[in-house]
């Protein structure tokens, strides 16, 4: 992290995450404490009680449906407002909201209830998509079903890193956007959806949104596929020095505000720090004093490295429309001290 010894300059988080076994642990944590505080996961534990007894022999049965990536006729025996509760002989199967077919995740929550509770005494064609007999977990999808027997492992072992392939966003989280490949789910983590800052995922993709991502790493023996959207966008850094040069005023908005400084957005994907010894003269108690997020301001460029991906911004000397000028123009102005 920064502190207020850093430099006027400041890197990007725009590099590819390192899509190794501990970025996936990390990945899966985060979700797994977020779905701890949510009633939903509530419900899906009590599911998850209820599935821990049954049959060694259909836990073997439901590993090969796994393995084989087998579609099966299976019938609805209830529902929760998470999704429906399936029988799979001894065992309880549980098919998500998201992956059934006619809800969108859009729709109003009665909208929903309504749907699930039709559903009851159905027959729908699944796949298993989780397999976890120590936790008791047995998840099913209609929507990976449509893909037919054994796509999974078909597109598994035909994609390859660096290909462009086209997908439907399945489910949006804080952490990321899960998209349909057709028969395999990977993950566009919150890192790749732009250049720029993305506050929730949900401000670049919406549920049921055909797009087409890159793929960055296959994990096979995990069934793990991680994907990027940004990748397939123009990178604003690779030209930075053509379209920009040093002493140049551009207009801006202020993204975030940290003790250290203010982050600025110059272009899509573009950002560079006003360091809070760039914001005017004075001993301030906090950058927010002198800028708020989302406030539209003029900044002088005074370093540019593209290929550290940094850009140092300054408010000096640079008349503002909103009255920061005198901060950054009049150093006769008071100070602001600290109070005890």
């Keep these: 992290m920064m502190t207020d010894d850093d430099s006027n300059i ?13 970025w996936w642990a990390a990945v ?3 979700e797994e404490q977020h779905l701890n505080e949510t009633a939903q996961q509530t419900e899906r534990d009590v599911e998850s009680k209820s599935m821990q007894a049954g049959d060694p022999q259909d836990w073997t049965w439901a590993h090969a ?6 579609v099966v006729d299976l019938q609805i025996i209830g529902h929760n ?4 509760l399936v029988e799979a002989k001894s065992l309880r199967g549980f098919v998500p909201v998201s992956h059934l077919l006619e809800i969108e995740l859009e729709f109003t929550e009665d909208e929903r209830t309504k749907i699930l509770e039709r559903l009851v005494g159905c027959t729908l064609k699944l796949k298993v ?18 893909a037919g ?42 890192s790749e959806l732009s250049w720029g800052r993305v506050k929730h995922p949900s401000d670049v993709v919406r549920c049921g949104q055909e797009i087409d991502v890159q793929v960055i790493s296959v994990d096979r023996d995990q069934d793990r596929v991680a994907l990027s959207l940004k990748e397939l966008l123009p990178d604003p850094w690779r030209d930075l020095e053509a379209r920009y040069a040093v002493d140049q005023v551009v207009e801006g908005v202020v993204t975030n505000v940290v003790k250290f400084g203010a982050f600025v957005g110059i272009d899509d994907g573009l950002e560079g720090l006003i360091h809070v010894s760039e914001l005017g ?10 800028v708020q997020e989302g406030e539209s301001v003029r900044v002088r460029i005074i370093h540019m490295d593209a290929e550290e991906r940094r ?13 920061a000028d005198e901060l950054a123009e009049h150093p006769e102005a008071p100070e602001v001290t600290q109070a005890p």
Excluded: C, W
């Design 281 to 290: 003269d004075g001993n301030f108690m906090h950058p927010r004093n002198v």
């Design 311 to 323: 850009l140092g911004l300054s408010l000096r000397n640079v008349p503002q429309a909103n009255g």
């Design 129 to 146: 998509i989780e397999f976890d007999p120590d936790r008791g977990r047995l998840v099913f999808s209609q929507r990976a079903a449509q």
């Design 28 to 30: 899966l944590e985060e």
């Design 81 to 84: 407002r998470g999704g429906l």
């Design 10 to 22: 400041v890197q990007g988080d725009n590099s590819a995450p390192q899509v190794d076994d501990s």
């Design 65 to 70: 449906l796994y393995q084989n990536d087998d």
């Design 149 to 190: 027997p054994g796509k999974r492992v078909e597109l598994l072992q035909t994609l390859e890193p660096g290909e462009r392939v086209h997908g439907r966003v399945t489910n949006i989280t804080r952490f990321g956007v899960f998209v349909d490949l057709g028969g395999v789910e990977g993950l566009i983590h919150v």
